[in-house]
């Protein structure tokens, strides 16, 4: 069974710092992985992918989030912290093997930027 | 969010109305897609279509139904609704089904069911 698991509800950083947002997953193949931003009252916006390759992968906005297979993790990183970045994030994967087409999602963290 | 529209941007109805949500895409993509978000809960996969055939339909009750009447347009119709049902709709796109393609959201509908 596919799954997403955000530890963290909610994540504060203070202007400047380097952030983390923490995910794993649970895939039978291989895992395709995903990091989206959704702003107040708008729809998800991609930031990333892992298909294959690199484990890490640079996407917009300056984050960056690393692959790796043995802690199964896929934890989306920025080094230094805008306020604009407040958000809320969410981490998907999709099963490249079973063919289904469902993205599982977690259930999001918030991130709040402290100025 | 140019890329995917949805109308309307919010919703009020009651029980016994009947709605339709409108989902277009201009990217060009095969692929389209219903989610509901609730508050808590990991977003939720409701239909998906390929090429305006539908491909997946997870255990959506029959009070929604959708649409593709073509590969830019995906609608989503309602009727006598419950309460529980309130939550933010969002259709996606993609250029196919195949997992390593990118889906990308629209704006969303927030639906309140009095």
């Known amino acids: 069974a596919q799954s997403v698991a955000q530890p963290e509800d909610q994540v504060n950083v203070a202007e400047g710092n380097p952030l983390t947002v923490k995910c794993t997953y649970s895939v039978s193949g291989n895992p395709y992985l995903f990091w989206y931003v959704q702003y107040p009252n708008r729809g998800l916006q991609f930031l990333l992918k892992?298909?294959?390759?690199?484990?890490l992968v640079k996407g917009s906005y300056g984050f960056e989030a690393e692959f790796n297979k043995s802690q199964t993790s896929f934890h989306l990183k920025k080094p230094s912290a805008l306020v604009s970045d407040s958000a809320l994030y969410f981490c998907?994967?999709?099963?490249?093997?079973?063919?289904?087409?469902?993205?599982?999602f977690g259930t999001g963290t918030r991130l709040t930027v402290i100025p | 969010e140019t890329g995917v529209t949805q109308t309307p941007r919010h919703l009020v109805m009651g029980m016994t109305n009947k709605k339709s949500l409108k989902c277009e895409q201009h990217?060009?993509?095969?692929?389209m897609y219903w989610y509901k978000q609730s508050a808590k809960k990991p977003l939720e996969l409701m239909f998906v279509y390929s090429l305006e055939e539908r491909v997946e339909n997870n255990s959506v009750p029959s009070r929604f139904s959708p649409e593709c009447p073509n590969s830019s347009h995906l609608f989503l119709h309602l009727h006598t609704l419950q309460p529980e049902d309130s939550a933010l709709y969002l259709c996606a796109s993609s250029p196919g089904t195949a997992p390593s393609y990118t889906q990308y959201f629209g704006p969303g509908t927030r639906l309140t069911v009095l």
């Open positions: 998907a994967v999709r099963d490249g093997q079973t063919g289904a087409n469902n993205l599982f």
């Open positions: 892992y298909i294959t390759g690199d484990n």
């Open positions: 990217l060009g993509h095969n692929a």
